[in-house]
């Protein structure tokens, strides 16, 4: 295991590692700064050279009052300086442009690779992790903190490295051309040092906070900005606006924390600049005067200083990348290093289903330790057969659904389709194999077209249609103004509950999964819708092992099997009428829930209309 | 040095997606759209619109001396780093002349001269300090209030705008306004001005004070601006157009991880993961090149600043010498104006490089401003009229008098509705999706406005009536269970603020929520994930009618209520339901029949118009659309209005 792949490892030295996949870019940042920096040094030099030699302005050293001539240099090397200079800008520009540009996309490549991994992660990661996670959170990480760990690398470690070698070869040159003056300017190196890590450690635990305010800030908004019909209902918006208010306050007090530290910090670090400036300037006159320093050298030393400005005016700056890099980072690797309990083995094969026979053997399962869903299921559906599960909320029959496609796994027992243990086989196999209609119909942003053909892209528009017809959906898409191609989702067209979930159903039917699970807890339909829905479905069940968390009295009736749960067990099996005769707990939820609905169909027959048994008109 | 941020005030909805992608084999397209009658973005590239900064200019009065300070501090800092090459060259032409006269006196003269000069430069770094931190203090201040105030204003905003526009656009759109843009507009206002200021400031100074200490080689060092000049208006077309690209690729990139989270549980089981991963690669691959061009961009700035600044040096040491050879300036006056010059030259190119690098800053300010006014300009549809009247209680009665309404101009949804609601009396509305249910109960608590007739509740017209006093006795209950983060206390209170405990606990007893309530480990206390996706649908609605109920409201709303509970849920409502109704004025819009049978008059619907009104049995022995409707639920028989039912042929 590499660093950038170990959780435990210090979160900068992960992204230090994760930079290092793209050395080749780093090394050319690197080299390109290096070479900017000879270049940057050199211009100071240069123009200290210029004016002592060129000019010839060497005279302090003659203290006895002799007539001084300014022409002791010659045109001919003040030119020759002069065009030396001209050739280290340009270089200097090439080197710089390249570092910028090699740096920048340095990021940018990290942010790209830590975007992949993120989403990649996140549609891995199994329903466990979904179920806690909240949507707000997870984008700030994907957005906000992927932009700080982008600058660490290029505005923060391959920077920090910059002022490094500025810092040392421009003290290094000002100490050996005159040890005194270039150690005083140097005494204030360390200061800075001192202060810049002080401001990183204090400034490390409110970005902290700040970060995790920020979601709570945009958690609140977007409640309240989805919840707009309750708001609204309950005249609630001053309450909101509380809540919000709350929060926006606690950030601003949290903010002005920050740019407290910085406004002392940053103005600290610039004064310190320019107090070395002075310091320089008082002794390098001085000496100068002693005949130890040239007038050149002395304009060397300011300049040297001036270039120093910006680096050390941008530590504070780096420090706040790398505290940022911290926070961030630790948020994104949370993500990234977030382990699915749901993994396929190594040695998977993939499903072979030929019968679709469905067996759950001593079957448990629990969320967490505290809370047990499922003891000791045992089942079989036979291959075709319809099973209906049946019991009050939290009785655990969406659990026994979830564990099939493996989005969970069970704590206890196993779960054999065909005979195959279903963490023996590959997921995609697997999940290819089942097909899922849920209760809470999710549709993409996305025409009708693409959302009908989100399990198999490859679809063609004849098989769209064919499985829309079969979905009874077909009607209503047609009637549509852009047909299939109406969009569905957050600004599209807005689908009733009953045709969200017949768009699923024909999603479904287009993937011809071998095992069907479907969540019929939804009643969410008119009469005539859930007449339609009652027809898609048949169709949809026909020839496929069948799971059905059933609500309708009819679906109840026509499955080949009934499984009544109460508590995560299951305490009766069988069919409709046996278990009716058994007068056990599927005859009290019989007569307490479903018998109305009996009632009205019997009600129905008294006034002469016709009942037919197997569907269709 | 080139940073700008990238999309990361960009939010992750921005901006304008492209074209959704049609045709065979393309994967789903989850970008943004660009809505038809959505606020647009057209305006993302401009730089500075003297009418948006004038807007914001109230958000800086209540901070106006802070912000006055912070000018004064901005004026005192830019002098005071920009002075001392200019003393450093008096100092140097004044020391090194007296050190080479080399009189006695001109030695002294030479200490005291460098004791002066060296305590001035010390003093001004003390001015600098101070001033630079009294600056950031002052801007930093002004910036995170006027963010918060931004934020709250907007959100209270958001909130006075009626369903409608919550209708048409995006949540997530809206979010990034308030919590991406507001910042953008924050660096403008608070770095962003300051910098830009002390940067004119800046080269002010800088061009004063080398006019004064030689206006020949001034005008040589400053001849190569024009070049600059020109270069900068040709880059900055570029950049624009780039930089609009960064921020659109990135808002892409963000919806799409944003959509597929939230549709995990389907893209896990339709095994579209990989399909998924390479489409998002495409895009952030699209994103990373978009910021790569205008990184391109914006380095190209330092190489052109380097070799002008150079030539400039250049040219003033070449000048210089030729004087010097010609002895018309002595060493020390050449030394004096050699060391001023080089750095004065430095540092002028820096503020023309800051002014550059603003630039995206001031960019992506604009078009942050543009949005943050584009939500605050919106009018609100509904609001209280001036001298509206307090309903102090609520009777219950309610008249709907030929009321005519719709969503979309053109596209009638109700059509000449009159109905009149005894206080206390129960309404069922039956009809099929799109026959105008809903729309009834959402004008009863005026969450839309009506384009004819009129709606009265106790004899008063809800367009004269403060909405507040009114939803203080009406509840809403509706198909999708809408709770907050917090505990399932706070959600039931949200129905009446100071509910104390026990009316909390009788609210939930009532509807039969307090069962599975008690049952949890911390009962009232627990704390919901977000917005209940801990509890079963059932159990989260359970929970919001005893947030209706908390309300003891007069009026009641049940709007497809129990649509999506199982069947367990249900029963224990329907149980509820007889308490809930009593005494009060309902409509109930359900799929139950047991539901509908004992409401005191079901409507009938079709097309935003009333077919039949009656109790059950009238309209069964009526043996029109009810009996009709009513036979069809329960046999798979098709009735001879045909409904639309497809002929099921296997």
Redesign the interface.
Known sequence: MSIATNPDAPVLLRLVARAWWHRSMMFASIFALVGASALTIA?PWL?GY??DT????V??T????DE??????S?ST??VT?GL??A???G???F??AQ??LA??LG??M??DF??D???R????S?AY??????GQ??SR???DV?GV??FVN?GVIRLAYVVVLVAVSYGLMISANAKVGLIAFAFVPVVAIQASIVTMKLRPIWLGIQDL?GQ?????????????????????E???QK??AK??T??HE??RT??F???N???L???W??S???V??FG??E??AGNMT??E??AF??YL?LMQ?PVRSIGFIINIFARAHSAGARVFEIVDARSPVEERADAKPLEVTRGEVRFENVSFAYDA?SPVLHDVNLIAQPGQTVALL????SGKSSVVNLL?R?YDPTGGRILIDGQDVRDVT??SL??S???V???V?L????IR??IR??R??A??DEVIAAA?AA?I??FIVSQPDGY?T?VG???T?L????RQRVAIA?TLL?DPKVLIFDD????????????I??AL??LMRGRTTFVIA?RLRTVMEADQILVMRDGEIVEQGRHEQLLEAAGFYRQ?YD???R??EE??A???L?G????EG??? | MAYWGGGGAGGWSGGPGGGPQRGRGTQVDMTTRRGIDGWDYDDLGKVYDTALIRRLIPFIRPHKWRAIGALISTVILSATSYAPPFIMALAVKRIIGSVQEGTPESLDQAVADTQFYGLLLVALAGVMFLSAMFQRLMTGYIGHHMLRDLRSMMFAHLNRLSLSFYDREEVGRIMSRVTSDVVTLQELMTSGFLNVLSDLLGLTIIIVLVYLLDPVLATVALAVIPLLFVFMVIWQRYAARAFIRVRQAIAIVNANINENVSGVRVVQSMVREETNLEHFEALNDQNRRMNLDAAKLQASVMPLVEVLSTVATMLVLFVIGLRAFDGRVTGAEAAGLALGFTLYIQRFFNPVRDIVLQYTMLQRAMAGAHRIFEVLDTEPAIVDPLGAVELADVEGRVDFEHVKFSYIEGVAVLRDFDLHVEPGESIALVGHTGAGKTSVTALVNRSYDIQGGRILVDGHDLTQLQRASLTRRMSVVLQEPYLFSGTIRENIRYGRLDASDADVTAAAVAVGADEFVEQLPNGYDTVLHERGQNLSVGQRQLISFARALVADPRILILDEATANVDTHTEKIIQRALSTMLKGRTSFVIAHRLSTIRSADRIVVMRDGEIVEVGSHDELMAAEGVYADLYRMTFTNAGSEDGVAVPAATH
Do not use: C
């Not at chain 1, 001084?68 to 240099?73: L, P, R």
């Open positions: 211009a123009t210029a004016i060129g000019l010839g302005v005279t302090s003659n203290l006895a009052g001084v001539t300014s022409v002791e240099g045109m003040l030119m002069i200079l001209a280290a800008a340009i200097r520009g090439f710089v442009y910028t540009y920048e996309r940018q490549t942010a790209y975007r992949n993120i989403y990649e996140l549609q891995r990661l329903y979904h179920d806690k996670a909240e949507i997870v984008m994907a957005t906000q932009e982008r600058m505005m920020q800030m945009a958690n609140v908004l977007q409640e309240n900005l989805t919840g707009q019909r309750v708001v609204k209902a309950f005249s609630r918006a309450f909101e606006q919000f208010d926006v306050d950030l601003f903010s002005y740019a407290r910085q406004a002392f940053e103005p600290f610039q004064g310190i320019l107090l400036l002075a310091v300037f008082w006159v001085i100068i005067r007038a050149g002395l304009t300011q300049l001036t910006v505290q019991g009050p909320t939290g496609p989005f997921l995609d999940r290819t089942i097909g899922i849920q209760q809470d999710f993409f942003i996305a025409s693409d959302n989100y399990g892209p490859d063609s528009d017809k009874r077909h009607d191609d969009w957050e600004r599209g807005t009733s509950g009953g045709q999603r993937l807890s939804t009643a969410a339909v008119d009469m005539r819708t859930e007449f339609l009652q027809e048949r169709n609500q939820i307490l829930e479903l109305d609905q009205a169909a009600a129905a027959v006034e209309a016709a009942i037919s569907g269709g008109a």
